[in-house]
């Protein structure tokens, strides 16, 4: 079956150490997002791709990057570890429903705690 | 930016009862999605609602985009309807989706 898979699903790491977050989809979707949750706020948006080499940033951007150089994948970045993004990342990819609109489906997540 | 905003935030219910949870956003919508996050922390998509009424077993759902809210119903809780609730939605030609906090909802024997 298609699916969306996060790699690792659990991370713990230093701080200033740089930090890639895997997100792997077999439903060759076009569009793709980084999204992380904390108590407090639920999910905000970090990256987005809307295509192969297209990169965005969303709302909570700094201290991240992505690349996209296939459809399948989109790799999160955290440069330089910081213990403010210790958080639950989660990765999501949209499929096309109707009238220009999608409908986004989440990957299980990665719980990423910075020491 | 648009304001989503879901009520209540803790809902404790017993097996057997009904419940409506409330998403009310501040701005027109092109989309809205509703979210089940399970215990284990899985997002699990309920319904894709732009507009109108969809069921789905003991779960529906009604969005009434031009007065800025999207209800959803579950029916006949159980145990394994715990967990918190969420409703997303998009704006103008973007697909980003904007979250609300969320309703935790717990369901007691």
């Known amino acids: 079956d298609a699916e969306i898979t996060q790699s690792p699903r659990h991370k713990i790491t230093e701080t200033g150490r740089q930090v890639t977050l895997a997100c792997h989809q077999t439903w060759n979707h076009n569009n793709m997002f980084w999204y992380r949750q904390d108590l407090g706020h639920g999910l905000r948006l970090i990256h987005y791709s809307y295509g192969v080499q297209d990169t965005n940033k969303g709302e909570v951007s700094d201290g991240y990057s992505v690349s996209r150089s296939n459809t399948e994948d989109l790799p999160l970045t955290l440069e330089s570890a910081a213990s403010s993004q210790t958080s639950v990342y989660f990765c999501?990819?949209?499929?096309?429903?109707?009238?220009?609109?999608?409908?986004?489906?989440f990957g299980p997540g990665t719980r990423l705690t910075v020491t | 930016g648009i304001q989503v905003e879901q009520s209540p935030p803790d809902l404790i219910l017993q097996e057997g009862a009904n419940s409506t949870l409330r998403c009310n956003f501040s701005?027109?919508?092109?989309?809205l999605q509703w979210f089940h996050q399970n215990p284990w922390g899985q997002l699990i998509n309920l319904f894709y609602?732009?507009?109108g009424t969809k069921q789905n077993g003991r779960l529906s759902a009604t969005t009434v985009a031009t007065e800025r809210y999207s209800l959803l119903y579950i029916s006949s809780s159980q145990s394994t309807d715990s967990g918190v609730y969420f409703c997303a939605v998009t704006q103008g030609g973007s697909e980003k989706l904007v979250f609300g906090k969320g309703t935790k909802l717990t369901v007691n024997p």
């Open positions: 701005d027109s919508v092109n989309n």
């Open positions: 609602i732009p507009s």
């Open positions: 999501a990819s949209s499929y096309y429903r109707d009238r220009g609109l999608y409908e986004q489906y």
